[in-house]
């Protein structure tokens, strides 16, 4: 039974569920909810001594003084247009796997009052066929955030795809960790590999049954500088890279490398970029421009 210190506590999430600025709650409301939601039989008084305790601890309360209706949740931890953007974000990220995707939007969706959840009702994943079916995607980095914390070697299953569409461990990796990251789409772990002491970039959500070892990882650490400048996840020593471009893919070039490259006009038609990169990502980015981009160097 709760009793009478639970009030204020009850009252917040009336107003989290069911208030906003377009649905502001009458005081005969909130005591309805009050009585049917938590079994608290409560008076006017003790509604007004809830919401000044409720102001006193920081909560943007509307009062009837304000509106002439009644009260409402001014301000919450996320603004719906927030709680859109991280929602249209976890639809994306395709190492998110779909059953945790639609936990993550529940909870995100949570911040919001129930009037203004139907608004984000019909959204959905718009490529579902794309979602990982790894259900160890959120355990593998609590695992590898561990490891990475405690500087110890972790081994795990790698996978791939197999032509029943499902994927399978191809090959066991032992692995020094060193910083988890989001590119090209997807999340990889920055590590060195046992069998080839160079900066790697893993997929996480390729990864299964990580165990940490109580070996210290590789003292040599990983290239973070060239995991950051890969292109497409390939790392490796980077290099001078000159590109002819036509002027119609500019936005596309500024948008793959940055804006921290150089660019100079050749002519109307032409403009030459000169960036530092490892070139097998440049490469696998070039051959979906071939009638606009000519790597001049490297040959």
């Known amino acids: 039974m709760l009793t009478e210190k639970a009030n204020a506590i009850c009252l917040l999430e009336v107003l989290k569920e069911y208030s906003d600025a377009e649905h502001i709650l009458p005081m005969r409301e909130i005591i309805a909810k009050m009585q049917s939601l938590y079994g608290i039989k409560i008076d006017r008084r003790t509604v007004y001594g809830a919401v000044a305790l409720l102001i006193e601890l920081g909560y943007d309360v509307s009062l009837y003084e304000d509106n002439g209706v009644g009260y409402y949740l001014r301000d919450r931890e996320l603004e719906p247009s927030e709680v859109l953007l991280l929602t249209d974000a976890v639809y994306s990220f395709q190492f998110i796997p779909a059953r945790q995707t639609e936990q993550l939007v529940q909870k995100l969706q949570k911040q919001l009052s129930v009037h203004q959840r139907k608004k984000y009702c019909h959204l959905t994943v718009a490529r579902q066929g794309h979602k990982t079916g790894n259900r160890q995607v959120f355990w593998?980095?609590?695992?590898?955030?561990?490891?990475?914390?405690?500087?110890?070697?972790?081994?795990?299953?790698?996978?791939?795809?197999?032509?029943?569409?499902?994927?399978?461990?191809?090959?066991?990796?032992?692995?020094?960790?060193?910083?988890?990251?989001?590119?090209?789409?997807?999340?990889?772990?920055?590590?060195?590999?046992?069998?080839?002491?160079?900066?790697?970039?893993?997929r996480i959500?390729?990864?299964?049954?990580?165990?940490?070892?109580?070996?210290?990882?590789?003292?040599?650490?990983?290239?973070?500088?060239?995991?950051?400048?890969?292109?497409?996840?390939?790392?490796?020593?980077?290099?001078?890279?000159?590109?002819?471009?036509?002027?119609?893919?500019?936005?596309?070039?500024?948008?793959?490398?940055?804006?921290?490259?150089?660019?100079?006009e050749r002519n109307e038609q032409t403009f030459t970029a000169v960036l530092t990169t490892p070139p097998r990502g440049v490469r696998f980015w070039a051959l979906q421009y071939l009638s606009f981009v000519e790597v001049a160097e490297p040959a």
């Open 205 to 264: 959500d390729r990864m299964a049954d990580i165990r940490i070892l109580d070996e210290p990882r590789s003292e040599t650490p990983a290239q973070k500088q060239e995991a950051q400048d890969a292109v497409y996840a390939f790392v490796g020593a980077p290099e001078r890279v000159v590109l002819h471009c036509d002027r119609a893919v500019l936005d596309d070039v500024l948008d793959r490398f940055g804006t921290d490259i150089q660019v100079f």
């Open 140 to 202: 593998n980095i609590e695992q590898l955030d561990e490891a990475i914390t405690r500087k110890r070697k972790v081994t795990l299953d790698y996978l791939h795809y197999g032509y029943d569409k499902r994927q399978h461990p191809t090959a066991t990796y032992t692995l020094s960790p060193y910083e988890m990251v989001y590119t090209n789409e997807h999340y990889y772990l920055i590590c060195v590999p046992d069998h080839d002491p160079h900066t790697r970039l893993y």
